[in-house]
């Protein structure tokens, strides 16, 4: 078996980035993002991304990501620079104190590569990449649709979009990290279920990497969890930071995917994990499972990173790679 | 408990409104004018900070004493040029309504800003030990204030709620523990504010309109921040924004003698929600948007006004702007006061010659 230290991605800014673009672009909703930044802008994100790829680095993490700096609108980033969609109000994100443009899509949602590019990028600074995008329930649930007509036709339209910036990802990348974490605040209805399966199936498709499906802020519903498990996804992911009970008693009753993600420190909490405490809950979990082993378990912040101040992301990092690390010694 | 704190309860015997009542009133009816708390501060203001906080010999911190003081005086006086009954000094003491009182409360470590949306950030401070409470954190505030002014004064403070779930907890098992500590530490600070004059408290608690479902867990902390507070106290909630009709009506529990309430910026699309005749505590209701920056007429305004009438009687109607004005550029939020002013005192004069029939506007039962 083989830990895999690794994050979910949307990190904080780096302190000399963040004040470079409030100089170059103010602070208002016209500064952000919009898919067409000036080379001065860019040239902060290009600057931000190589900082936060050392970052990783020197935490000693296995797999790197990008960084998704340029995500000003957190996961409804990929809609939010679509030639196809504009930019709504500003609205709440998920049950935080954190805002983003609604994404309004008014066309249809044809491949575009932005996030391709960023990878690409990255690609350059890393020989372990790792991909993080929205998944695309998530996208049905923080997005308006002025073009597909219905719920359905929307997810649908979405899975082909995600499915097309997967299958543009550059080689170097090894895994997928699909971000679902409305699967938990917002669950679909039942009657849904299967159509979000395949949806899911459908990025996973799209590429040779191993897919991760991650949720978090709670656990997955028994029945949809099942239906998860038909995606033919590499990996589940759990959140044993906010869920931790209800996690396992998916795994004990329903079994999991070959390998599985493990939301083992806080991406919300500035309180800093010691090493032993992420070595203590890995160790819990294979130990609450029937499952003897596993292809990959993937250790990682429950949420994304963005929540904190860089210090406390640093730290974090830190934390979980020396917490994986002692797991692999003990073994 | 409810309005029945320290043998208080019943429309007759609420504290505090007629006190508020200037000298010269014009008219019989009271509508009780006042602001949420934060205004614009003086462009000088800012200019001064950035440069005492850039090079503390080129601005002293005497020198920064007195731009602050200063600022204060002229606010103070500018809510009072408005007409207002009750004011404040619009928060010149303050840059962010957590970040001021984690300064202050022992236990509280700034760990660097926090992205809020965009490249908008907050200095989000953290606790990591139990918090204290060390000094008054608004007692310099209050009678400065108090000692400049002409007309009372009320003194607006971040909640204990909305404090705890703004930071991030490092040290207590869930937001409720953290949050009931900072109550006590609040009735602490408030039982300050009382013995230096203070008479009027607003508690601000915007957290509570994101997480209407943690209402028990302001109720209890509102228990805790009026314990051993003399009768004459007058407490005001404020929750701006949110979907109102998930707290109401389980704020008409709370030992307070105000709810005020953010709907103009909603154009008054929640007020059914207060609409069963039923609401115990005094309304606050904001007639003037502190989001727009346009002016709202004099005529506009009596109609807001009118709105709260159709929901409770003349004597527990207070009018103020929505919230706290600090976003709009100075000259539009004195227009904006001194126009919700005029407003109040025609509704009054109109309730007074029975051009008003408020019982005929009551919707309620």
């Known amino acids: 078996m083989e830990h ?42 290009d600057a931000a991304r190589e900082r936060l790829v050392a970052a990783q680095r020197e935490a000693g993490l296995d797999r790197v990501v990008e960084g998704q700096a340029r995500w000003d609108d957190m996961l409804a980033h990929p809609l939010c620079v679509h030639e196809n969609v504009r930019a709504g109000d500003v609205v709440r994100y998920y049950d935080n104190n954190n805002f983003y443009r609604e994404p309004v899509v008014t066309g249809p949602l044809t491949e575009d590569g932005d996030l391709a590019a960023d990878l690409s990028a990255a690609a350059r600074l890393t020989d372990s990449l790792q991909a993080v995008v929205p998944g695309p329930y998530s996208l049905t649930d923080l997005a308006r649709d002025e073009q597909y007509g219905s719920s359905a036709a929307f997810l649908d339209g979405l899975a082909d979009f995600l499915a097309g910036e997967v299958d543009a990802f550059p080689d170097a990348v090894d895994t997928v990290l699909v971000l679902e974490p409305s699967l938990v605040t917002s669950p679909p209805d039942d009657d849904a279920h299967v159509r979000v399966r395949d949806a899911l199936a459908a990025v996973n498709a799209a ?60 991406g919300q909490n500035t309180r800093v994990e010691a090493p032993e405490t992420v070595a203590d809950r890995l160790s819990w979990f294979r130990e609450s499972v029937p499952v003897s082993d596993f292809e990959t378990v993937y250790a990682t912040p429950n949420t994304e990173l963005f929540y904190l101040p860089v210090s406390a992301f640093e730290d974090k990092l830190g934390a979980l790679a020396a917490g994986v690390e002692r797991v692999e010694v003990a073994e | 408990m409810s309005a029945d704190r320290d043998g208080r309860g019943g429309d007759e015997t609420r504290v505090g409104r007629e006190r508020f009542r200037p000298a010269d009133h014009p008219n019989d009816h009271f509508l009780l004018t006042t602001v949420v708390g934060s205004y614009p501060k003086p462009a000088w203001l800012t200019d001064v900070r950035e440069r005492h906080e850039a090079d503390g010999d080129a601005v002293t911190d005497d020198e920064w004493t007195e731009a602050i003081d200063d600022a204060s005086r002229l606010i103070t006086g ?52 139990e918090v204290t409470y060390d000094e008054p954190w608004l007692r310099e505030e209050y009678e400065f204030t108090a000692g400049v002014a002409e007309r009372p004064v009320k003194v607006p403070i971040t909640g204990p709620y909305t404090l705890a779930t703004w930071s991030f907890d490092e040290v207590y098992d869930d937001d409720a523990g953290l949050a009931y500590a900072l109550a006590d530490l609040i009735n602490e600070e408030i039982s300050g504010l009382v013995a230096a004059g203070a008479r009027y408290i607003q508690i601000d608690e915007p957290a509570l309109a994101t997480t209407p479902e943690d209402h028990a867990v302001v109720g209890e902390c509102l228990e805790r921040i009026v314990a051993g507070l003399p009768d004459d106290v007058r407490l005001c909630l404020h929750v701006c924004y949110g979907d109102y009709g998930e707290i109401y ?43 727009t920056p346009t002016v709202e ?69």
């Open chain 1, 4 to 45: 895999v230290a690794t994050t979910a991605g949307l990190f904080p800014i780096p302190d000399a980035q963040r004040g470079r673009l409030v100089d170059l672009t103010g602070r208002g909703k016209g500064a952000l993002i919009d898919g067409d930044e000036s080379a001065d802008v860019a040239a902060a994100y």
């Open chain 1, 207 to 266: 590429t040779d990497a191993d897919v991760v499906v991650h949720t978090y802020w709670g656990a997955l519903g028994e029945k949809l969890h099942a239906h998860l498990l038909d995606t033919d996804v590499a990996a589940l992911g759990y959140d044993l930071v906010s869920a931790h009970e209800e996690c396992v008693y998916l795994v004990q009753e329903y079994g999991t995917a070959d390998s599985v993600a493990l939301g083992v420190v806080d």
């Open chain 2, 78 to 129: 500018e809510h009072e040029r408005a007409g207002l009954d009750v004011v404040c000094d619009g928060e010149m003491r303050r840059e962010e309504m957590v970040e001021f009182f984690a300064r202050r409360i022992g236990g509280y470590e700034f760990k660097g800003p926090v992205k809020v949306w965009g490249h908008n950030y907050f200095d989000k401070p953290s606790v990591v030990s």
């Open chain 2, 249 to 291: 009506p389980k704020i008409n529990d709370y030992p307070i003698d105000e709810f005020d309430v953010e709907l103009a910026n909603g154009d008054y699309d929640q007020l059914d929600v207060f609409a069963d005749g039923d609401v115990d505590p005094d309304l606050g209701l904001g007639v003037v948007d502190a989001h």
């Open chain 2, 297 to 365: 007429p004099v005529a506009e305004i009596e109609a807001n006004i009118r709105e709260g009438l159709t929901v409770v009687p003349p004597e527990k109607l207070t009018v103020s702007p929505d919230c706290g004005l600090k976003i709009l550029p100075r000259e539009v939020a004195y227009a904006k006061l001194e126009n919700m002013v005029r407003a109040a005192r025609n509704v009054e004069a109109d309730l007074d010659s029975g051009e008003i029939d408020p019982d005929a506007l009551r919707t309620g039962p």
